[in-house]
Structure formats: structure tokens, C-alpha cells
């Protein structure tokens, strides 16, 4: 019987952009395995560097924060990567902002840095592994 693919965003702003493509490279037998999406230039640093089909969506300040936003909403998205910068202000820290508040909202578990997206990916990939 075919299972579904885990659908996973990653998003990571500037100054994170080189420890997600490292992380990707880390979970790539994984992550191949993913229905992944991306915001703009983070999408096209995966495809590149990594090799990854990942849909590539607006970029944050653009919108794109918005567009993983909506999907989900919509029960579109199992899992959500989002290496921020917290030293870094960012000028569309409300729509940040709304991502995360819509990952607790719809309890879909987000990872804002590498320790945690490490936990997360690893528990998506071996589930059975999970100690009691």
C-alpha cells in the first residue's frame, strides 16, 4: 500500500539560508523522499546546492511567508522548517510572525533552528524509532 508523501516547508532567512542547505544536505535521502516547498531564493539554494524538487514559492518579504501561511490552513502542510534569524530584524515580521502563530493554531510542528529541525526531520524519517 502507497503512503502519502510528508508535505514540508522550509524557509530560512538570510543569514540561516547556509545552515538549511546544510541540514537539507544532512536529511536528503529523506527529504527526496518529501513533497517539499520553499520560499524563493531558499527553494533555489535546495534545488542547486542539494539537488531537492522543491516547489518554489514567493519570497518572504514578497508574500511567501503568507503563502505557507495559507496552506496551512488548509491542512496542506504535515511539517514546517523555519530557520529565522533573531538577530536580524526583519521587515515583515508580522507575516513571521502569523506563520508560526498558524503552525500553533493548526498544531503542525515548526522548527525554528537547527537542533530542533534535527529532532523533527529525524522523527519524520524513523517514526517507529520514537522512544516511550
Known sequence: MATTPIRIALIAHD??????????????????????CATGTTGQRLQDEVGLTVERLLSGPLGGDLQIGARLSVGSLDAVVF??????????????????????????????NVAGARLLLRQLWHPSQQQP
Open 83 to 112: 530557520l529565522r534569524d533573531p538577530m536580524t530584524a526583519q521587515p515583515h515580521e508580522p507575516d513571521i510572525n502569523a506563520l508560526v502563530r498558524a503552525c500553533d493554531v493548526h498544531d503542525v510542528p515548526c522548527a525554528t
Open 15 to 36: 543569514g540561516r539560508k547556509r545552515a538549511m542547505v546544510a541540514l537539507a544536505t544532512e536529511f536528503s535521502a529523506f527529504l527526496q523522499q518529501c513533497t517539499l
